[in-house]
């Protein structure tokens, strides 16, 4: 029995619509969405790096 609710996190590589898809191939439709900043120490500096990207994925009942 798969799980009714999952986080995808969009990887460097992907964009959001590629997740999106990648998330449906699965099985999942989007019910959520959820960004973190991503830092770098430089210095003794917090820099930021990126945002991380996560869709909350709802199991499409059939």
Do not use: H, N
Not at 7 to 15: G, L, M, P, Q, S
Not at 36 to 61: A, H, M, S, T
């Amino acid at each position: 029995m798969s799980k009714k609710t999952i986080w995808f996190e969009v990887a460097e590589d992907e964009t959001m619509e590629d997740c999106l898809e990648r998330m449906k191939a699965e099985g999942y439709m989007a019910a959520g969405r959820k960004e973190e900043p991503l830092f770098e120490e430089k210095d003794g500096v917090p820099v930021p790096v990126r945002q991380i990207i996560k869709f909350k994925g709802l199991k499409i009942e059939e």
